[in-house]
Nanobody, 124 residues
Framework: VQLQASGGGLVQAGGSLRLSCVAS????????MGWFRQAPGKEREFVAA???????FYAESVKGRFTISRDNAKNTGYLQMNSLKPEDTAVYYC???????????????????WGQGTQVTVSS
């Protein structure tokens, strides 16, 4: 699976962005898709994930503000980010795998396929 993330940019605090992740090469519908982010000087962290059955998972820091979704017909996953804060500034990566169990969904090591990252910058 090849993943291509896009949609990042510069936005003011309180604004919104929608990230997209297009998958190619294999059947996307059976894959769990996740979003991770890495801020300068920090380790990469889990943001959200959506399983093949559309069950969703979120980091506490983004619950109620971010929404993950998928369109299997388009082989695309999305991360709608609302009420953005300066601390959301990071490079955002999409990831996918077809054999993740629920208890491992938060861990980047569980994902075999990664996109290239897209920069999100939130100004105060």
């Amino acid at each position: 699976v090849q993943l291509q993330a896009s949609g990042g940019g510069l936005v003011q605090a309180g604004g919104s962005l929608r990230l997209s992740c297009v998958a190619s090469g294999r059947t996307f519908r059976s894959y769990t898709m996740g979003w991770f982010r890495q801020a300068p000087g920090k380790e990469r962290e889990f943001v959200a994930a959506i399983r093949w059955n559309s069950n969703t998972f979120y980091a506490e820091s983004v619950k109620g503000r971010f929404t993950i979704s998928r369109d299997n017909a388009k082989n695309t996953g999305y991360l709608q980010m609302n009420s953005l804060k300066p601390e959301d500034t990071a490079v955002y990566y999409c990831a996918a795998d077809d054999s993740i169990i629920v208890s491992s969904i938060l861990y980047e090591a569980s994902y075999d396929y990664w996109g290239q990252g897209t920069q999100v910058t939130v100004s105060s």
